[in-house]
């Protein structure tokens, strides 16, 4: 029973986002928010508003020490809102134009009808909700508890610490108290693995989360989003960390001191933590090249949709290499899983892609032409703020106003962009009352 | 009247290139290849043979003093016969999937069927070498007049540079008997302009060419094919060369020292080559890095199908650039000039694409693997030799062994691959008799 139709959210959420990017830019200009004296400069406080609303992590000042207690809050609760709204929002978005993301009988049939009612708005905002305190509680406790026996922290700084990671990780934020990341907890899998599991979860999506628990013992009955998802993450995160073992085996920066154990528990993180969390147990700056490529791919993938993760999606990279291996097999239909991928879902994983990488190359040459960092590091930084992910190889701190600014043009693009895009698109399809005749040009 | 079907071209395509190169590698190992004594090694004989028979134009000796004459013949040889095999064999592939391609009322019926007689191929070839030749005798006359009135070269030398370049140019080989390629003609436009119009004609395709020949009154009549291949190479051409200006303005190693006037030739030659020709007159390896960047774009997408250009070509660019265009504007037809583009025409445009990023970034994983090369100049050479198109930074020459023989199955799967590739899927098209029950998954 719907009582009435709410605003479309894929025109909400834009300036819902940059409203909470403004509140929070004031909030971290007073003086309380800044650790010395005099509130904190326009750009820094705009650039980690930005990061933080967008749960990115890129940051031109150090967190921990540059903050207050007060803005450490304001950030966590920025990052906490981003990536809470991000989700109850791209859930909402995705039941409007998904006929197979079934949240409830009750909403089924609206799905038809391309609209919305407050009482889907709530339910949905109230499922994530839980879903949220529930998994950040957990991790919150098991880093708590660690870091209190292990690392001997009082309780209190024990606690602030593990609740802060906690929700960063679960909102795939990538932000932390300290200075180096998590490289201080580089052998420590007590630490590590909470927070990759908080990440993967987190990363997966609200459709994805949603069918587990309804549907745990019966993967027959997941939707083929939920299986190219689960899929598609799980060859990322297991090919990504046999890579980069590979590459870094022996680098004496990285992986090379290390015993076997430890190499294989920072490798994993690292491949986890690329795909859109932004945390490093490791030094990105002293990587190999080859390093570097892998990053570049695994962060425009990202994660899973209707989540906190960031990039392309799994979902989109997924659909585009079943349209190639339908290519190559010659068969008419791009099929996954005894369905056949509508054509529309196709097109739109090709602009997402299209439009995606147009932004990269596009936020490369604009900060090319103004620094002379190495191309390289300014395309890993690019990558890492349109997909959202906030692992950096050292520069950000340094570059120009200008171009901070365009990091944070992008990080709002990567974030609102290709979700609102993708439904938008998805919304405004409408048959034309005539075709034109069909003609097939030469390709290749 | 069909005598009898010919084998499948997409069969016969690399055979027939690795054949030419095998040949081409003995010639040039013979001492008599070599300007001095003894014979050439064999990595050079088939670095030389691959980049001359898949008309790349990339060298590891230059090819002025390390070849004799007679090498030098051998050169020529080998690139007019990859150039005019592949502009041939294209031709009928793509006879074969297209229907909009009409050569003879002959050949129409034909199409339906998916195969060819004998008749075809000799029709086809037939006019093939008569626009080949017809081309590179009007080039080579200009360019041996230019050379022997303006440079007091001898009659005899420059007859020879002027028919070993207006061959180079028509089939994009990018060649040169000068070891700073055209660099010594930078502002001679007399020189420039010839060669520029050699490589547009050569790079546009035999379809495009043969629409043009028999219907440049009536353009309305065009194919699609020819509408956007002659719309995305003219905003390619002139799109580059202005970006190109913008970037290179006040380079005091590029365009700085110039006049306007040369500003304005040498930019748009370096637009037109890039896109296949890889003919320089401009330093490339004192570039800027935005420039660089530039050069991947237009590198990868390269000229027009069935022709002497290579990358994933123009129409397969323009076609992902109104889907793309189709999709925002929420049409559910991807349309262009009156005319739908087929859904498999969309996908195999999709499938060149991925296809062809994947191979370019294994081969920029497989080169920084062996070289502390920074991974922008391995990128430029990698999609350069990808591509076909020869221009380079400067690296070629002293990579290791496994690195160029890395560049040579590039060149060689960038010119083979992707055009037996299409050929070959569109010809594998088939229908299952029952189809999956649709679904739409989440995108972005
Ligand atoms: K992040
Ligand atoms: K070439």
Redo the contacts between chains.
């Keep these: 029973m719907r009582i009435r139709e709410v605003q479309h959210p894929a025109r909400i959420v834009p300036a819902a986002f940059l409203i909470t990017i403004l509140i929070g830019t004031a909030l971290l200009m007073l003086p309380a928010a800044h650790a010395e004296a005099g509130g904190a400069p326009w750009i820094v406080a705009l650039f980690t508003a930005v990061s933080a609303v967008c749960v990115t992590g890129l940051v031109i000042v150090d967190t921990g020490t540059y903050w207050s207690p007060f803005g450490q809050v304001v950030i966590m609760a920025l990052f906490q809102i981003g990536g809470f709204g991000m989700m109850t929002a791209a859930t909402l978005l995705?039941l409007m134009?998904?006929?197979?993301?079934r949240l409830r009988t009750k909403l089924t049939a609206q799905v038809e009808t391309h609209s919305l009612g407050v009482g889907d708005v709530t339910s949905v905002a109230k499922l994530v909700l839980i879903v949220t305190i529930i998994a950040e509680s957990i991790v919150a406790v098991f880093l708590t508890t660690r870091l209190h026996a292990a690392y001997d922290l009082p309780l209190t700084e024990a606690a602030w610490s593990g609740v802060f990671h906690a929700v960063s990780a679960f909102n795939n934020a990538g932000f932390s108290i300290h200075e180096d990341s998590l490289v201080r907890y580089a052998s420590d899998a007590f630490i590590l693995v909470p927070v990759m599991l908080a990440i993967i979860v987190g990363g997966l999506?609200f459709?994805v989360l949603h069918d587990l628990r309804n549907r745990l013992r019966d993967p027959h009955h997941w939707?083929?989003?939920t299986k190219?998802t689960l899929l598609g993450s799980g060859v990322l995160l297991a090919g990504g960390a046999a890579i980069l073992l590979f590459f870094e085996w022996s680098n004496p920066l990285t992986l090379g001191p290390l015993t076997v154990a430890e190499k294989l528990l920072s490798a994993t993180f690292a491949s986890v933590s690329a795909r859109t969390a932004g945390f490093n147990a490791i030094d990105i700056g002293a990587l190999t090249?080859?390093s570097?490529?892998l990053h570049y791919?695994l962060m425009f993938i990202g994660g899973g949709?209707?989540g906190t993760a960031g990039g392309?999606?799994v979902?989109?990279a997924m659909?585009?290499?079943l349209?190639?291996v339908?290519?190559?097999?010659?068969?008419?239909?791009?099929?996954?899983f005894?369905?056949?991928?509508?054509?529309?879902?196709?097109?739109?994983?090709?602009?997402?892609l299209?439009?995606g990488s147009t932004m990269v190359?596009l936020g490369?040459?604009v900060i090319?032409?103004q620094t002379d960092i190495?191309?390289?590091q300014v395309i890993f930084e690019v990558i890492s703020a349109f997909a959202t992910v906030g692992l950096s190889t050292g520069i950000t701190a340094d570059l120009p106003e200008a171009a901070q600014l365009m990091l944070a043009l992008l990080m709002y693009v990567g974030r609102v962009g290709?979700?609102t895009?993708?439904?938008s698109?998805?919304l405004?399809?409408?048959?034309?009352p005539y075709?034109?005749?069909?003609?097939?040009?030469?390709?290749?």
């Design positions: 995705g134009v998904n006929r197979s993301l999506g459709p939707s083929v989003h190219l090249h080859e570097w490529g791919f949709s209707a392309v999606k979902g989109t659909i585009l290499i349209l190639v339908a290519e190559i097999r010659g068969r008419s239909d791009t099929e996954a005894g369905r056949r991928i509508s054509i529309s879902a196709q097109r739109q994983a090709i602009t997402v299209v439009l190359v490369t040459l090319l032409r190495p191309s390289d290709t979700i895009l993708a439904a698109l998805a405004g399809e409408h048959r034309m075709r034109y005749p069909e003609e097939h040009p030469i390709v290749g």
